[in-house]
């Protein structure tokens, strides 16, 4: 998998997003590309925002007993799979607004580097160490930069 704190692996990122334009249209699911930058926009929330409300007990021991598993190994994800109801994008959004954040947010990630993010704990899962930190995030953005065709 690549690598989500390597400037090379960064750089792609940032190339295949600034091939996203507002009429880009997805190859399955229901986003529209600005929906889909917002989404990707609260995996960063969750690091470097409070902004979200942390898991209850019931739901936490959920997602770091079952869900865990799934967002942190290597594996792809499946097109049209579930998310979390704080990633899930209704409204509208500023296509340059959201694009601009990511970007911002994926550059932040890569300077701070993997030693800040190994043993850290996330919002959702408990501590990761920067593997799974890397696996969580690039696989994510992976997921939906191919979901728009890029």
């Known amino acids: 998998m690549k690598n989500i704190f390597d400037i090379n692996d960064v750089n792609e990122i940032l190339a295949r997003i600034s091939k996203l334009t507002p009429e880009t249209k997805g ?3 229901k986003m529209t590309v600005s929906q889909m930058l917002a989404h990707c926009n609260v995996s960063y929330e969750l690091v470097y925002e409070n902004k979200h409300p942390k898991p209850n007990l019931f739901i936490g021991f959920i997602l770091k ?6 967002v942190v190994n290597e594996t792809p ?3 049209n799979s579930g998310t979390a109801p704080s990633f899930v994008i209704k409204d509208d959004k500023d296509f340059e607004k959201e694009k601009t954040r990511l970007i911002e947010y994926i550059k932040k990630t890569q300077e701070l580097g993997a030693t800040y993010f190994d043993n850290k704990e ?6 990761l ?7 969580m995030l690039y696989k994510h953005l992976n997921h939906h930069l191919s979901q728009f065709g890029v």
């Open 65 to 70: 007993t079952f869900v865990k598993k799934i």
């Open 77 to 79: 994800y499946k097109q």
């Open 129 to 135: 160490n920067k593997t799974e930190w890397n696996n």
């Open 122 to 127: 996330s919002h959702s899962f408990g501590i």
């Open 27 to 29: 190859l399955w699911g």
